[in-house]
């Protein structure tokens, strides 16, 4: 009888293609644990992330809460607020542990240089007087057509190892399509050249899949690419469309392929990765990761997010920065914080449901932060649904995880969703 249930269950799931790694699947799912208070953080152990929402132009496909750039007094009127909304949290927080710090968007190095410099001055600031974890490995997000040399040499001033590269896809009809310009090879072999010169020790490439237009030979495309320019690490994204008005382009089973073809080639071209995961690294020993993620996705360790839209993480439940609703800019600068009042506390399985949609990137999930969330056995509290994965060969255990096997991937989806509250759909 159970049996059938799981059955009946996993059947329903996998219909659905709404399921991915993010969650709750419906904002309104989270409505009556909505608490009118500030996210509280008791735990030394956390990670920062640092939103900056602006870019040179607006992609459509894009699943970010971004603002085409603002003139130059917005820019530093944003950078200060974020920079005072950090400066209060550490001084309320002393005692923190900071396990991992990520500057994304949007493109944070589209900022006019003077005010990039101001952030990253900042940043270093704040490094050197914040306890750093022994794996602390910070990180920034930016495009080509928005670096330079005196941007390069800021990161690296303030003490950031590790610069990620959004190409996405070399379809010429898609890109312009969707509103966006991808570098020439020159301004790429510049900007290599220029990471080497101040020593960048990580670069990341990110790539998606499951675009529009997109075939074998888009994907070859991208490959030659990363075979070119060889970077440390590279990340393939599955297109996603929960916050967009379009439907998806591709059905599971093609993007099931998409994935599978990239995977092999990757693997060909000598980096490392699980099948599953989204990020490749040439160092087997490296998973390709900044420690904020890594903490965030394996360890569930908190999170902290300041800017515009941005999401934390305490023991006690998640909290959304203003602006998460497409606020006009300048109503949310006028506000003086971005820190708000958007918080959810939730109950053990809400949490159980977060952190395992979370793993979904890293295709494991480990069953000793399942036990400290759901202060219960998870082999128990979900023997049903582990029993019916197992047997379905979906997943497996090994090392104390729940590993998603290559047949479970084709449906990660409906995987991850078998860990969920009952309702989560509705
Ligand atoms: C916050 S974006 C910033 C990257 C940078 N601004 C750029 O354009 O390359 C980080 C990554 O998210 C991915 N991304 C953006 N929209 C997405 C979507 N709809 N579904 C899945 N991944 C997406 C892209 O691969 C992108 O590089
Ligand atoms: S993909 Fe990057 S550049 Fe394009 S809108 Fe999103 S954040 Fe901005």
């Known amino acids: 009888?159970?049996?059938?249930?799981?059955?009946?269950r996993f059947s329903i799931l996998s219909k659905s293609d709404k399921l991915n790694t993010s969650y709750p699947i419906t904002p309104s799912h989270w409505k009556d644990y909505k608490k009118d208070c500030e996210l509280e953080f008791t735990e030394k152990d956390m990670c920062f992330y640092l939103h900056i929402p602006f870019c040179l132009s607006l992609c459509k496909f894009c699943e970010y809460i971004k603002y085409k750039k603002p003139?130059?007094?917005?820019?530093?009127?944003?950078?200060?607020?974020?920079?005072?909304?950090i400066t209060n949290f550490i001084s309320t927080h002393p005692n923190i542990n900071l396990m991992g710090l990520d500057i994304g968007g949007g493109?944070?190095?589209?900022?006019?240089?003077?005010?990039?410099?101001?952030?990253?001055?900042?940043?270093k600031k704040l490094l050197s007087k914040t306890k750093l974890s022994k794996n602390f490995e910070p990180s920034i997000e930016s495009t080509f057509l928005t670096i330079n040399e005196r941007k390069i040499k800021a990161i690296k001033n303030a003490g950031l190892d590790r610069?990620?590269?959004?190409?996405?896809?070399?379809?010429?009809?898609?890109?312009?399509?969707?509103?966006?310009?991808?570098?020439?090879?020159?301004k790429m072999i510049e900007t290599f050249s220029l990471c080497q010169k101040y020593n960048i020790k990580k670069i990341n490439l990110d790539f998606m899949y499951g675009l529009q237009y997109q075939t074998k030979k888009d994907l070859q495309n991208s490959l030659a690419l990363i075979e070119f320019f060889r970077p440390s690490h590279v990340t393939l994204y599955e297109f996603r469309t929960n916050i967009l008005n379009i439907k998806e382009y591709k059905t599971k089973t093609q993007l099931f392929a998409?994935?599978?073809?990239?995977?092999?080639?990757?693997?060909?071209?000598g980096y490392h990765c699980d099948f599953g995961q989204n990020t490749f690294s040439l160092d087997k020993n490296d998973l390709g990761l900044s420690s904020y993620l890594k903490n965030r996705m394996i360890n569930f360790t908190s999170y902290k997010g300041f800017g515009i839209s941005a999401q934390s993480k305490s023991n006690q439940g998640i909290s959304y920065n203003i602006g998460k609703n497409l606020t006009n800019l300048e109503d949310c600068i006028k506000n003086g914080t971005f820190?708000?009042?958007?918080?959810?506390?939730?109950?053990?399985?809400?949490?159980?449901?977060?952190?395992?949609?979370?793993?979904?990137?890293?295709?494991?999930?480990?069953?000793?932060?399942?036990?400290?969330?759901?202060?219960?056995?998870?082999?128990?509290?979900?023997?049903?649904?582990?029993?019916?994965?197992?047997?379905?060969k979906l997943i497996k255990i090994t090392n104390n995880q729940i590993v998603i096997t290559p047949k479970g991937f084709k449906h990660y989806g409906a995987v991850l969703a078998m860990f969920y509250p009952n309702n989560c759909m509705e």
């Open 339 to 392: 820190c708000s009042q958007d918080t959810y506390i939730l109950p053990k399985n809400e949490m159980l449901a977060k952190f395992v949609a979370v793993s979904g990137y890293f295709g494991k999930i480990k069953l000793d932060i399942m036990q400290q969330i759901l202060n219960e056995n998870p082999m128990k509290y979900f023997e049903n649904e582990i029993n019916y994965l197992l047997l379905k």
């Open 1 to 8: 009888m159970l049996y059938t249930n799981v059955k009946k």
């Open 107 to 123: 493109t944070p190095t589209c900022l006019d240089d003077e005010i990039f410099e101001d952030l990253m001055n900042f940043v």
């Open 71 to 85: 003139e130059k007094e917005l820019q530093q009127k944003y950078i200060n607020i974020l920079k005072n909304d």
């Open 163 to 186: 610069i990620s590269f959004g190409i996405q896809t070399v379809n010429k009809k898609f890109l312009k399509d969707n509103n966006r310009q991808n570098p020439t090879l020159n």
């Open 258 to 269: 998409q994935y599978k073809y990239l995977y092999k080639q990757l693997k060909k071209l």
